[in-house]
């Protein structure tokens, strides 16, 4: 029998608030929210303010609603269906971006940033990339990513390579560029193996809109 692993939203959404903050009232963005995962975790942990949770799979967000509902969140959550590609939200219209395992699969990745960066209001940040949060048990870490690898090699050598070049550095690093955005970090490195202690912290690439004192 499989052992079930702890869910790692919760600590992914220690590791957003550390860089985002938890300051009330504010208007969040989980693109590519899937049943919501990321996104109700952040909510149970942040004192106020609204969650959109955006996804193009209409069954998804619906199970995510139920799910906000049944956590005592339904209020402070929203689905909008919708990609990054094209967000149906006006300019400068949320305070936080985040996305946890979806940036991979978006059709243009470079757009979909810079879709984000345009719904930012002034001084909004964002998030997006994927891993298990840095407080994630180590023990649950290295199971989690030999499961993973073993699933990609179960594919063949080209699904590795390709696995391991969208969560390298130098393609959120290219790829941000590419988006043109004035300034951003990348952390983490995608590529770790199943015993280094950061492998579960994933990689993430991460920026601030700036404001006009910033410019």
Do not use: H
Not at 44 to 67: F, Q
Not at 89 to 112: I, K, N
Not at 128 to 143: F, M, N, V
Not at 184 to 190: C, D, I, L, N, T
Request: charged share 25%; proline share 5%.
């Amino acid at each position: 029998m499989t052992e079930t692993l702890p869910d790692y939203y919760p600590t992914v959404a220690e590791d957003v608030i550390a860089f985002c903050g938890d300051k009330g009232g504010r208007v969040w963005v989980d693109l590519g929210a899937g049943p919501g995962g990321l996104g109700l975790a952040l909510l149970e942990k942040v004192s106020d303010g609204a969650m959109v949770l955006m996804d193009p799979n209409a069954d998804s967000l619906g199970r995510a609603l139920d799910t906000a509902r049944q956590r005592g969140v339904g209020s402070r959550t929203v689905a909008v269906i919708g990609s990054a590609e094209s967000i149906p939200l006006p300019d400068e219209s949320v305070d936080v971006v985040v996305s946890r395992g979806s940036f991979y699969f978006w059709g243009d990745r470079a757009q979909g940033l810079r879709e984000v960066y345009r719904i930012l209001r002034l001084g909004g940040r964002a998030m997006i990339g994927g891993g298990l949060g840095s407080g994630y048990p180590q023990w649950a870490r290295q199971e989690f990513i030999r499961r993973r690898r073993e699933s990609v090699a179960a594919k063949g050598a080209e699904a590795v390579c390709e696995f391991a070049e969208a969560r390298s550095p130098e393609t959120f690093r290219r790829l941000a560029t590419e988006a043109g955005l004035p300034s951003f970090e990348v952390m983490g490195e995608g590529g770790l193996t199943a015993d280094d202690p950061k492998t579960g912290i994933g990689i993430w690439l991460r920026f601030t809109k700036e404001t006009a004192n910033d410019v």
